[in-house]
T-cell receptor, first 112, second 113 residues
Framework: DSGVTQTPKHLITATGQRVTLRCSPR?????VYWYQQSLDQGLQFLIQ???????AKGNILERFSAQQFPDLHSELNLSSLELGDSALYFC???????????FGNGTRLTVT | QKEVEQDPGPLSVPEGAIVSLNCTYS??????FMWYRQYSRKGPELLMY??SSGNKEDGRFTAQVDKSSKYISLFIRDSQPSDSATYLC????WGQGAQKLVFGQGTRLTINP
């Protein structure tokens, strides 16, 4: 168990809908990363937060947004969902930049 | 050209064999090198973390980094069926207040009993 908790484990929703994925980092970790993993794309970096502030952005769509709260948990919001958004979404945390990432078990999103 | 190249496999070997997994990279700014193991429907699990060129050993696993050739390897000795998973290399560089972390595509490994 990595100590990173993601909820929900599975999510099935329809196109056009909006969902929120939640992540609780390991105790003491200030940095949170979000990744998307689909079969043909591998792990794609979406966004990073450090102690509540956005630090880096990857290939995150404008329909997607995230935030990190004062208690350090993070939420990833996905809106106007499309079939192609179906994927595994992983959250990872580290105590400080440069340290290795520890991943949660992901949220499997299915858009129908 | 991708910053990190990793053969996706699949790779299938008999139990007890030595497995060699490799990645090449193009960005000389990468300073930290990692190997993750990912079982089906699970999150990636950190296996090895190295900073410098050379070898690092942990039980049956050895990570090797050659910065001059921009090449990293993971060796698994006495492979077991429980080692069957996807192995991802990852490397990172720190700069401008942020860490850039890039993953390889992952190599799917099957160890046959």
């Amino acid at each position: 168990d990595s100590g990173v908790t993601q909820t929900p484990k599975h999510l099935i929703t329809a196109t056009g809908q909006r969902v929120t994925l939640r992540c609780s980092p390991r105790s003491g970790d200030l940095s949170v990363y979000w990744y998307q993993q689909s079969l043909d794309q591998g792990l794609q970096f979406l966004i990073q937060y450090y102690n509540g502030e956005e630090r880096a952005k990857g290939n995150i769509l404008e329909r997607f947004s995230a935030q990190q709260f004062p208690d350090l948990h993070s939420e990833l919001n996905l809106s106007s969902l499309e079939l192609g958004d179906s994927a595994l979404y992983f959250c990872a945390s580290t105590p400080a930049p440069g340290s290795p990432l520890h991943f949660g078990n992901g949220t499997r999103l299915t858009v129908t | 050209q991708k910053e990190v190249e990793q053969d996706p496999g699949p790779l299938s070997v008999p139990e007890g064999a030595i497995v060699s997994l490799n990645c090449t990279y193009s960005n000389s700014a990468f300073q930290y090198f990692m190997w993750y193991r990912q079982y089906s429907r699970k999150g990636p699990e950190l296996l090895m973390y190295t900073y410098s060129s050379g070898n690092k050993e942990d039980g049956r696993f050895t990570a090797q980094v050659d910065k001059s050739s921009k090449y990293i390897s993971l060796f698994i000795r006495d492979s077991q069926p429980s080692d069957s998973a996807t192995y991802l290399c990852a490397m990172s560089a720190w700069g401008q207040g942020a860490q850039k972390l890039v993953f390889g595509q992952g190599t799917r490994l099957t160890i046959n009993p």
